[in-house]
T-cell receptor, first 115, second 113 residues
Framework: DVKVTQSSRYLVKRTGEKVFLECVQD?????MFWYRQDPGLGLRLIYF???????EKGDIPEGYSVSREKKERFSLILESASTNQTSMYLC??????????????FGPGTRLTVT | TQLLEQSPQFLSIQEGENLTVYCNSS?????LQWYRQEPGEGPVLLVT?????EVKKLKRLTFQFGDARKDSSLHITAAQPGDTGLYLC?????????????FGEGTQLTVNP
């Protein structure tokens, strides 16, 4: 079974703090993704990575950065947290698109509150 | 513009009833996934359909991919309270999207005992 883990289930941070969210997958997947999920807005892609040290912007990258130094680990960084970044953050992984499979496997999510 | 339209957005039914959720698009997808998400958890993959017209069954859940690979449906027979959750459809392999998935906004299903 694919396992995707996220470093925290719940986080409370103050405005202006730097926040690190970490995600680890154990299935040797090439692709990793960070989403945020908000009521009424669905899942929105922040960033994704298709290889170590490679990254691409998703639909809402502003205010976020990412790091992928190892294949199994993908970090999301909020450089200076703001209240509008309060959300549920979901990490996912998948095989390379050349495999023909687009199935993504999700972690349990991190509920981030910025006060 | 929402590329994958799910309907209905909300559905509240009694235990034992049947229901169908729809996922429609004007785009063609190579595959379509259905996920279920419970409150406070990440989405869990239920099924992937890849062939136009394909039908897959998972116990009381029946998934169908449209012939033109632009739409899909999820039918639940004799719903149970344990079926309660957010159901998401997601399409993959769209020409301009690479490995990204296009997600619908979800259908929130509540099955009352």
């Amino acid at each position: 079974d694919v396992k995707v883990t996220q470093s925290s289930r719940y986080l409370v941070k103050r405005t202006g703090e730097k926040v690190f969210l970490e995600c680890v997958q154990d299935m040797d997947h090439e692709n990793m993704f960070w989403y945020r999920q908000d009521p009424g807005l669905g899942l929105r892609l922040i960033y994704f990575s298709y290889d170590v040290k490679m990254k691409e912007k998703g639909d809402i990258p502003e205010g976020y950065s990412v790091s992928r130094e190892k294949k199994e680990r993908f970090s999301l960084i909020l450089e200076s947290a703001s209240t509008n970044q309060t959300s549920m953050y979901l990490c996912a992984s998948s095989l390379s698109g050349t495999s023909g499979s687009y199935e993504q496997y999700f972690g349990p999510g991190t509920r981030l509150t910025v006060t | 513009t929402q590329l994958l339209e799910q309907s209905p957005q909300f559905l509240s039914i009694q235990e034992g009833e049947n229901l169908t959720v729809y996922c429609n698009s004007s785009s063609v997808f190579s595959s379509l996934q259905w996920y279920r998400q419970e409150p406070g958890e990440g989405p869990v993959l239920l099924v992937t359909v890849v062939t136009g017209g394909e039908v897959k069954k998972l116990k009381r859940l029946t998934f169908q991919f449209g012939d033109a690979r632009k739409d899909s449906s999820l039918h639940i027979t004799a719903a149970q309270p344990g079926d309660t959750g957010l159901y998401l459809c997601a399409g993959g392999g769209r020409e301009t999207s690479g490995s990204r998935l296009t997600f619908g906004e979800g259908t929130q299903l509540t099955v009352n005992p």
